[in-house]
């Protein structure tokens, strides 16, 4: 996930009403970067706890393979440890309109447009959502675990990834490299998409290295029930569409409106029985499951697949996959989107080994 990250130059172009934005920003960034400490000196430190030392040396290795076998930036980033004593480092806030399953979105100098804006409090990310809420847009607060600089600042290993175990480790540090090794202005679904191909793929190869056969199978298991969450996604985000796009009255809307997430909701539990009960995508859906939320789940991974098809194309090998990227990402964005929906007509590929 990249955060909307502004240097502190951006303060002088912003206006008044964005100025206490940047600053959080600035400030919020500056505060993780002043908590970082070498990886290296940790390791050396007879103060450093055990378990601590265990994951740093797993994630030194991960950061090793991700430039040696991936093709990924090898720079300073993901080479210090920075415990935030917090569970996310940012909350993003996505808001959608009433009868839209397109996200809104938010232009900020360096980066361009993203379809979200972030606050390192959550309680000013609430406020924001709230406001807009107000203004009559449906709105989700997420929390970040990571996100990426995309090379101006060397990126740090946080608590906030690094608890949740080394596949989750892996798939985070091999994504947020992706961001550093390509980015492009004002396309959010293209650049997390992309980051979304390169994680799995490098996720792929590193378990293949890296693990026994049985937590391969778990991670394949998981990767198809992602495949099938996403699926329910897209289909619902389309019978939105459909619905909003229809000539009907507002009030009728809105009763199509909740029926159809309360059928999406049903689909997903349906879904969750099939899985045996495994309840990672419970947090979707609760009381304010809206539009927003469907708009957000769909950029991270809406044109995963067509990168995955361009992958395919060339026999998994990265270099070659990456030249082929960045001659997208040099097109109009119409014609960019157009060529990866061509690649999404593709049969799905599997992946070798």
């Known amino acids: 996930m990249i955060k909307a990250l502004v240097v502190a130059s951006a303060l002088l172009l912003a206006g008044c009403a964005n100025l206490a934005y940047y600053s959080q920003a600035v400030g919020g960034h500056l505060r993780v970067m002043n908590t970082a400490h070498p990886i290296g000196d940790l390791l050396q430190a007879p103060s450093t706890d055990p378990d601590l030392k265990r994951k740093l040396e797993e994630v030194s290795a991960i950061r090793e393979f991700a430039s040696r076998e991936l093709a990924l930036p090898d720079n300073n980033s993901y080479r210090a440890y920075a415990d935030l004593g917090r569970p996310y480092v940012v909350w993003n806030v996505f808001?959608?309109?009433?009868?839209?399953?397109?996200?809104?979105?938010?232009?900020?100098?360096?980066?361009?447009?993203?379809?979200?804006?972030?606050?390192?409090?959550?309680?000013?990310?609430?406020?924001?959502?709230?406001?807009?809420?107000?203004?009559?847009?449906d709105t989700f607060v997420g929390g970040i675990t990571a996100y990426s600089t995309l090379g101006l600042f060397d990126d740090p290993v946080l608590n906030t990834f690094l608890r949740l175990g080394n596949a989750e480790v892996a798939r985070t540090v091999f994504h947020e490299l992706a961001h550093q090794r390509l980015y492009v202005k004002d396309d959010t679904v293209f650049n997390e998409s992309f980051a979304a191909a390169v994680e799995s793929e490098g996720l792929r190869r590193w378990l293949a290295r890296n693990v026994d056969p049985a937590q391969q199978g778990a991670f394949a298991a998981r990767r198809q029930r992602k495949v099938e969450f996403l699926r329910l996604v897209e289909t619902y985000r389309d019978k939105l569409r459909a619905l909003y796009a229809a000539p009907l009255p507002d009030e009728e809307k809105r009763r199509a409106k909740r029926e159809t997430l309360a059928e999406m909701a049903r689909d997903y539990a349906a879904l969750k029985a099939a899985w045996g009960g495994d309840a990672g995508y419970d947090k979707w859906f609760d009381p304010d499951f809206n539009n927003a939320r469907i708009a957000a789940l769909a950029l991270y991974t809406r044109l995963a697949p067509a990168f995955e098809a361009l992958l395919e194309q060339e026999d998994h090998d990265l270099p070659r996959f990456y030249r082929r990227v960045e001659a997208l990402a040099h097109l109009p964005k119409a014609e960019r989107t157009e060529a990866l929906g061509r690649l999404l007509l593709m049969p799905p590929a599997v992946p070798p080994g």
Do not use: H, I, T
């Open 95 to 137: 808001a959608a309109p009433e009868f839209s399953v397109e996200p809104e979105k938010w232009c900020m100098p360096f980066v361009g447009c993203v379809n979200y804006r972030g606050y390192y409090d959550r309680a000013d990310a609430d406020r924001y959502a709230d406001e807009l809420r107000r203004q009559g847009l």
